[in-house]
């Protein structure tokens, strides 16, 4: 049997996440055409059906099932090579891991799972949490923290859960209070998450205010907390945030506690499937000891 090469595991992975040869090779950024090859050829060459072709879907056989999470594997393996060498050079050598955040776990979050995770030599990327779910099925980071949660992974799991704040100009004469509701601020200008960037943190704040018998006054769709509370330390609105973001010192922003918040806004950990680097249970104790020192949950 002729060798297996990490391209041909690479469109195998992306068909297999996708399912579908056409959005697989636009994940890669290739043509369809040499994605269809390379699975073809691999098929081949482990003499293995890893898709049934149906006219408008295709469908991974056990053996695509079986394969997946080797391959995922060995493609973290390969990529890890250059650091692995660089790091011996230097008498460092750490296993690496490459960890994603929901921009909303920068930075308090994220410097807790750093604490939690110092065996390793850490790889940070950000992104929104439907991005990075779909970098850790491709293979392109090991673990993620994210803002949604899917009761049918066993490889997923909520940390904690966490209640909002009201983020408001410092220049605000609401900075001053010991908290606010809903009802206060039904009125005034918000600036939130786009519902494409953040479908859960936009669907938990919108209910608040619908639960109320009012909409929203958005001013600002936005993708990153940085942005959110830069024009909120501009004076062009309030938001609505996590607790966690109200760790840290963000220049022109004052954080109220909302009244009528509970801990709803959950912070989970992904791995990739199969949990190869065994993450899930360690990470999540971790960070849920962190966020009850820290009154988060």
């Known amino acids: 049997m002729s060798e297996v090469s990490l391209k041909q595991l690479r469109c195998f992975v992306a068909v297999y996440t996708e399912r579908s040869f056409t959005r697989g090779a636009r994940l890669l950024g290739m043509q ?3 994605v269809s090859q390379a699975v073809a050829a691999l098929e081949r060459q482990l003499d293995q059906r890893l898709f049934e072709r149906r006219a408008r879907e295709i469908i991974p056989t056990a053996a695509a099932d079986t394969l997946y999470p080797e391959a995922l594997e060995l493609h973290r393996r390969a990529s890890s090579l250059p650091q692995l060498f660089a790091e011996t050079r230097g008498g460092q050598y750490r296993p690496r891991l490459r960890l994603g955040a929901a921009s909303s776990a920068f930075p308090a979050i994220v410097r807790g799972a750093v ?4 065996e390793y ?3 940070v990327s950000d992104g929104a949490s439907a991005q990075l779910a779909q970098a850790l099925d491709t293979g392109d980071i090991d673990a993620c923290l994210i803002r949604e949660f899917d009761s049918s992974r066993p490889d997923e799991r909520v940390a904690f859960r966490e209640r ?7 220049t605000h004469q609401w900075a001053d209070l010991a908290s606010l509701t809903i009802a206060d601020i039904l009125e005034h200008p918000v ?3 786009s519902r494409e960037n953040a479908p859960i943190a936009f669907d938990l704040v919108a209910s608040l205010f619908l639960e109320a018998g009012s909409s929203m006054n958005v001013v600002a769709n936005l993708s990153t907390e940085q942005a959110i509370l830069g024009l909120v330390g501009a004076g062009v609105g309030i938001s609505i945030v996590p607790q966690s973001v109200s ?4 220049g022109g922003v004052t954080f109220v506690p909302l009244a009528e918040s509970y801990p709803t806004y959950p912070l989970t950990v992904r791995t990739a499937p199969g949990d190869p680097l065994e993450l899930l249970d360690s990470l999540t104790v971790a960070l849920a000891s962190w966020a009850q020192g820290r009154g988060l949950s």
């Open 115 to 118: 604490e939690a995770l110092d």
């Open 247 to 250: 760790l840290e010192s963000w």
């Open 191 to 193: 600036i939130t998450f």
């Open 121 to 123: 030599s850490l790889i």
């Open 32 to 34: 369809q055409s040499p």
């Open 164 to 170: 909002l704040v009201v983020a408001v100009p410092n």
